[in-house]
């Protein structure tokens, strides 16, 4: 910290504690029930050390929210050996949305389909479909293949899009890339799942 103006020295002993919080949505919630399950998703630090033997790697999340560190699944099996000096950890940001879609837009339990497009095929493998206005607002699906004119999701919708339906694309937020490490694969994390692949 610095003392020269404009900044000052913190409060000394001065703590604050958040003792609850509410959550409000500018879009409206899905039907939720007793099996519905959630994640927030706070800001925070994510720290990736190399450990000299195996698992070969710790890695850690600060949060912001809570003002606690938690202990992740290391990359494990997935290293020879400790981390090097040359790595990154990368995460996309939402700001790298896709334009909006409106239109002649339809949906079957595992695909939005918008007539609209001519999209390259599998472009946005991996990329994440957000429904922002209309049927089934507030869903959102892992994209696994797209053609021409559709995009297949991981996980069937609980409402299928139709005409009313507004959708937009965005890389998938929820995954921390780590790259480097004189390796030519990249791994990946997923936050949600709390699991690396490759």
């Given at each position: 910290?610095?003392?020269?103006?404009?900044?000052?020295?913190?409060?000394?002993?001065?703590?604050?504690?958040?003792?609850?919080?509410?959550?409000?949505?500018?879009?409206?919630?899905?039907?939720?029930?007793?099996?519905?399950?959630?994640?927030?998703?706070?800001?925070?630090?994510?720290?990736?050390?190399?450990?000299?033997?195996?698992?070969?790697?710790s890695?850690?999340?600060?949060?912001?929210?809570?003002?606690?560190?938690?202990?992740?699944?290391?990359?494990?099996?997935?290293?020879?050996?400790?981390?090097?000096?040359?790595?990154?950890?990368?995460?996309?940001?939402?700001?790298?949305?896709?334009?909006?879609?409106?239109?002649?837009?339809?949906?079957t339990?595992?695909?939005?389909?918008?007539?609209?497009?001519?999209?390259?095929?599998?472009?946005?493998?991996?990329?994440?479909?957000?429904?922002?206005?209309?049927?089934?607002?507030?869903?959102k699906?892992?994209?696994?293949?797209?053609?021409?004119?559709?995009?297949?999701?991981?996980?069937?919708?609980?409402?299928?899009?139709?005409?009313?339906?507004?959708?937009?694309?965005?890389?998938?937020?929820?995954?921390?890339?780590?790259?480097?490490?004189?390796?030519?694969?990249?791994?990946?994390?997923?936050?949600?799942?709390?699991?690396?692949?490759?």
């Amino acid at each position: 910290m610095s003392a020269i103006a404009p900044y000052a020295l913190p409060a000394v002993g001065t703590a604050y504690y958040i003792e609850s919080c509410d959550v409000s949505w500018t879009n409206p919630i899905p039907a939720i029930d007793t099996s519905t399950s959630y994640f927030i998703n706070t800001g925070g630090v994510w720290l990736v050390s190399a450990v000299a033997t195996a698992p070969w790697s710790s890695f850690q999340f600060y949060d912001n929210l809570t003002d606690t560190w938690a202990t992740k699944t290391p990359l494990g099996g997935q290293l020879l050996a400790a981390l090097g000096t040359d790595f990154s950890l990368e995460i996309l940001s939402k700001g790298t949305a896709y334009a909006t879609k409106v239109g002649a837009i339809s949906g079957t339990a595992r695909t939005l389909v918008d007539a609209g497009q001519t999209l390259a095929v599998d472009r946005y493998c991996n990329y994440s479909i957000h429904i922002t206005a209309g049927t089934g607002i507030g869903q959102k699906g892992r994209i696994v293949a797209n053609g021409a004119t559709y995009f297949e999701i991981a996980k069937p919708w609980a409402v299928n899009p139709d005409s009313t339906s507004v959708y937009e694309i965005h890389g998938d937020t929820d995954v921390i890339y780590l790259i480097g490490n004189g390796a030519s694969i990249i791994h990946a994390y997923t936050r949600k799942y709390d699991m690396w692949y490759t």
